[in-house]
């Protein structure tokens, strides 16, 4: 064990209650360094290691102070978000999981829900499209909309099919998305018509950029690349 270890191992030791049979217990004592609340709850304990900047501890939770956790006990299948999601569609097929509730005209109505079965078809839809249209597997894909349930079904393709999902907050303005896009070098992006006018004006300033899916489909004003830009632009069908 090298000299780091050892000192962890010291270190979540002394929160161990004294008396107690450490193999038997994982019961901690709380600590007046830990953050004045979750150290009276003893939901955490203060490892030996200091951030790089600042004065802040680094902390792990008290029900696995001496490794960090990477499965569920009581599914240890489970161990990454792929895994999740998919024991979700298995178990919970034709339970609801997503709502939308705003109508084409802005206004609020009863929530339409797609199901856990449902989610999955799509997140298998969009992850196989992006290998058919040639998105190498690691690629950083680019999520250009907010508030909508393709966020959540893009993200799960990512993770089925070992993409790495970038989210793009329009919010900043068009200076930050294209920071974001050349910064993480992502290779196709997700958005909405709304959001597409936008991209599109600053497009040629982002060489990475192979594939634009526009999920609702594109509208009729909507401006064109030219054929010589290398980005192909296809419309998704509306999951919702």
């Known amino acids: 064990m090298d000299f780091t270890a050892q000192r962890r191992l010291r270190a979540v030791s002394g929160h161990l209650l004294g008396g107690v049979d450490r193999e038997q217990s994982s019961r901690l004592e709380s600590n007046a360094t830990a953050g004045e609340f979750v ?63 705003i109508r084409s005209d802005g206004t609020v109505g009863e929530y339409k829900w797609m199901t856990y079965g449902e989610a999955g078809t799509s997140r298998s839809a969009i992850g196989s499209g992006l290998v058919y249209h040639g998105i190498p597997k690691g690629a950083c894909v680019g999520l250009y909309f907010i508030n909508r349930p393709e966020w959540i079904i893009v993200d799960h393709a990512c993770s089925a099919y070992s993409y790495i999902s970038v989210p793009l907050y329009d919010t900043l303005g068009p200076d930050a998305v294209k920071y974001i896009i050349n910064h993480a070098t992502v290779q196709a992006i997700f958005c909405v018509p709304q959001t597409l006018s936008n991209l599109l004006s600053f497009l040629s300033q982002m060489p990475s950029v192979r594939l634009v899916v526009v999920v609702g489909g594109i509208e009729e004003n909507m401006p064109t690349l030219p054929s010589t830009s290398g980005v192909e632009i296809i419309s998704y069908y509306k999951v919702t």
């Not at 003893?42 to 802040?56: A, D, F, I, Q």
């Not at 240890?76 to 178990?91: C, G, K, Q, S, W």
Request: charged share 25%; glycine share 6%.
């Open 39 to 101: 150290s009276g709850q003893g939901y955490s304990v203060v490892l030996p290691e200091k951030l790089n900047t600042g004065k802040w501890n680094v902390y792990r939770s008290a029900h696995s102070p001496l490794k960090l956790v990477d499965t569920y006990p009581e599914q240890p299948e489970i161990r990454t978000l792929h895994d999740n999601f998919v024991y979700a569609v298995d178990t919970f097929r034709d339970y609801k999981y997503l709502g939308t509730r």
